[in-house]
T-cell receptor, first 115, second 107 residues
Framework: NAGVTQTPKFRVLKTGQSMTLLCAQDMNHEYMYWYRQDPGMGLRLIHYSVGEGTTAKGEVPDGYNVSRLKKQNFLLGLESAAPSQTSVYFC??????????????FGPGTRLTVL | RKEVEQDPGPFNVPEGATVAFNCTYSNSASQSFFWYRQDCRKEPKLLMSVYSSGNEDGRFTAQLNRASQYISLLIRDSKLSDSATYLCVVNPHMLTFGGGTRLMVKP
């Protein structure tokens, strides 16, 4: 049971390049999330998904796209990377509809630098 | 105003000390509350949920004050291994994270 995994762990991009971050979970969770974490800003929600085939915008969705073609995978895409997207990206998942506990399980993060 | 606000610290305390963090939230409709712990360059992990009546887990005690819209975390008998950043998390609809409070426990 690996929990939540993220690929890649590190990446350096040039401005304008594109890339896809992959998140995978083996806990059969319905909900999946992408966050970015910047110094002093806490975690900010980029996009989330409440089930296979569904996605929704979070707090800071501009410049990102997502897809959830399979329940266990949640992809985050940057079509044209900008230096402002330099950040640590965390994926998380949680079980369906449990607002009382809503424990989120996080992946180890992807450190992205855009030059 | 941020939805969830925390003193970023750092709080520097000696081993064995008691330390408390507060966190304020702006959305009075918030239904659930948590403390997460994040070690340096690692992912956040759930430390404990915060219940209306307050709850304790070993050396950790969490309290909720709905009237004043804040939650607190008390750590007794601090250990070196408690050094981390503690994230206050509030859920009015989606989890909203505070910026974190950094704790450094010194020998």
């Amino acid at each position: 049971n690996a929990g939540v995994t993220q690929t890649p762990k590190f990446r350096v991009l040039k401005t304008g390049q594109s890339m896809t971050l992959l998140c995978a979970q083996d806990m059969n969770h319905e909900y999946m999330y992408w966050y970015r974490q910047d110094p002093g800003m806490g975690l900010r929600l980029i996009h989330y998904s409440v089930g296979e085939g569904t996605t929704a915008k979070g707090e800071v969705p501009d410049g990102y796209n997502v897809s959830r073609l399979k329940k266990q995978n949640f992809l985050l895409g940057l079509e044209s990377a900008a230096p402002s997207q330099t950040s640590v990206y965390f994926c998380a998942s949680s079980s369906f509809g449990d607002r009382v506990t809503d424990t989120q399980y996080f992946g180890p993060g992807t450190r992205l630098t855009v030059l | 105003r941020k939805e969830v606000e925390q003193d970023p610290g750092p709080f520097n305390v000696p081993e064995g000390a008691t330390v408390a963090f507060n966190c304020t939230y702006s959305n009075s409709a918030s239904q659930s509350f948590f403390w997460y712990r994040q070690d340096c360059r690692k992912e956040p992990k759930l430390l404990m949920s915060v219940y209306s009546s307050g709850n304790e887990d070993g050396r950790f005690t969490a309290q909720l004050n709905r009237a004043s819209q804040y939650i607190s975390l008390l750590i007794r008998d601090s250990k070196l291994s408690d050094s981390a950043t503690y994230l206050c998390v509030v859920n009015p609809h989606m989890l909203t994270f505070g910026g974190g409070t950094r704790l450094m426990v010194k020998p």
